[in-house]
């Protein structure tokens, strides 16, 4: 990522020219790119200067919140990605056809986290290591309450609505469609099945734009 951002020119050339079209840069998971290393933010600064309107995705497995302390890792990791590159940003809790929770108030929990819950989930654990590190749950939690900025968006690739609603989020942060002319029902069918299938073959933090 640091060779692509010494040679924009390359990167300008690549994208071209385009007008009214959807673009997804399926980015490297590694998390020091979208917290402390400015390779990512500096990017995103360039594609706007380039009149794209950008928004980040930031990919999460369901699996992370079946236990509390992963669940706040995982939040700790949205925030961080959201503060450093400073863009409308969407978290998306992917695989959630592998959740076993359906009770509405438990997902409602996890889809905009309830640190309560999560903090006394993690005061049952009596072991060495739960004791010693509860002050810093603690704080971890007083920091993401403090911001109260992670939300999450579930998607299953197995449910057509749900991919959808995805895209209505990413659409809604970039304004993708406002300044284009009113498309029938059929050609609004056939523009989502075609972001739906890129969104599908994306994976980590992804950054949309047009």
């Not at 400015?38 to 699996?63: E, H, S």
């Not at 309560?116 to 007083?142: C, I, Q, T, W, Y």
């Not at 609505?161 to 284009?180: C, F, N, P, R």
Request: aromatic share 8%; charged share 25%.
């Amino acid at each position: 990522m640091e060779h692509l951002a010494e040679n924009f020119d390359w990167l300008e050339e690549q994208i071209g020219e385009y007008a009214d079209d959807y673009l997804l840069f399926d980015c490297p998971g590694q998390i020091e790119l979208y917290s402390h290393i400015p390779v990512m933010p500096k990017i995103a600064r360039l594609l706007d200067r380039w009149n794209y309107k950008i928004c980040g995705v930031y990919l999460i497995d369901a699996l992370f919140v079946t236990e509390a302390h992963k669940f706040i890792s995982s939040i700790l990791s949205c925030l961080s990605c959201m503060i450093a590159i400073e863009l409308p940003h969407i978290n998306v809790l992917t695989k959630c056809d592998m959740l076993k929770e359906t009770d509405p108030d438990k997902m409602e929990a996890i889809l905009n986290p309830n640190m309560d819950r999560l903090v006394h989930s993690l005061k049952r654990d009596e072991s060495p290591f739960g004791r010693k590190f509860r002050g810093l749950n603690n704080a971890m939690a007083d920091l993401i309450e403090q911001f109260n900025l992670v939300s999450f968006v579930p998607m299953n690739i197995r449910d057509t609505e749900s991919i959808e609603q995805v895209l209505t989020h990413a659409d809604h942060a970039t304004q993708y469609g406002e300044d284009l002319e009113p498309q029938g029902e059929a050609q609004t069918e056939r523009t989502m099945e075609l972001k739906a299938g890129a969104l599908l073959d994306s994976s980590g933090a992804d950054f949309g734009g047009r």
